[in-house]
């Protein structure tokens, strides 16, 4: 792995640029910091993915929790995260097995999920059995490529926003804390990592404060579709890179 001193200030750059995005568009629409940034990031420097990318979605997880835990329903989220701990260490033996071009194309494949169910307009109903499988592979694709929000909006996505944006926070705080942790124990966060993290925090920080400032201001169809189309664009950019 790269320590900090050895990035590339340009690629520095364009890594906060992705957060900043990322976190301006979760904070919008209860998801989507991983979506965007983690292709990017993982284009501009595989050692990006999923180590530090995961711990400044762990703090910026701390700031929307914290915002919306009146809304948070404990209960309906519990088997979900139990579920999530089993998908935590499946995702930790996927990093240790699979290539980086491999990775490459699971992150792919969750991201499309996460578009699919945009487009679409899925939703499952919402019982123990559906939240135990998107809380599963939930973990599974956030611990691996830290893109774990596509299979519990699916779930939730039939609920009214205020629900959903409520509940996905708080799922994500206990979940990204899970994956950090799980990244640790199976040697794939440590110094080197948590420096090349410390850089792009205040970026995404600063992402989740400006969307709270200018929310109202912001088309909600602009901002779903817009985000779905830089998904996408960022998805075909990376599989070209990673399998040419």
């Known amino acids: 792995m790269l320590d900090i001193i050895e990035l590339d200030p340009q690629v520095l750059l364009l890594a906060a640029l ?6 301006y568009v979760q904070t919008a629409i209860g998801f989507g910091m991983a979506i965007i940034a983690a292709p990017l990031m ?10 530090p990318l995961s711990f400044v979605i762990l703090m910026m997880c701390l700031i929307n929790g914290w915002r919306f835990r009146k809304g948070l329903e404990l209960n309906l989220l519990a088997p979900a995260l139990l579920a999530r701990v089993p998908g935590s260490l499946v995702g930790v033996w996927l990093l240790g097995v699979m290539s980086q071009s491999w990775l490459a194309i699971l992150i792919a494949f969750t991201i499309m999920l996460g578009v699919l169910v945009r487009l679409c307009n899925l939703a499952l109903p919402t019982n123990t059995a559906t939240l135990s499988l998107g809380g599963f592979l939930s973990g599974v694709m956030g611990t691996s490529t830290t893109i774990g929000g596509p299979p519990m ?5 039939g609920a009214d926003m205020h629900r959903i944006r409520a509940n996905l926070a708080g799922f994500f705080l206990v979940s990204s804390l899970m994956s ?5 124990g199976g040697g794939y966060f440590g110094q080197a990592q ?4 410390a850089p792009l925090v205040p970026a995404a920080l600063l992402g989740n404060w400006l969307a709270v400032q200018t929310l109202h201001l912001v088309s909600r169809p602009v901002m779903h579709y817009g985000s779905l189309l ?3 664009l960022a998805v075909i950019g990376m599989l070209i890179n990673t399998l040419s």
Not at 18 to 23: E, H, K, R, V, Y
Not at 180 to 184: H, K, P, R, W, Y
């Open 153 to 157: 909006v699916l779930v939730l996505h």
């Open 42 to 51: 993982f284009y501009l420097d595989p050692a990006l993915v999923p180590g």
């Open 180 to 184: 950090v942790i799980a990244l640790i």
């Open 194 to 197: 948590l420096l090349q993290a």
């Open 230 to 232: 830089l998904c996408t």
């Open 18 to 23: 992705a957060c900043f995005t990322g976190a």
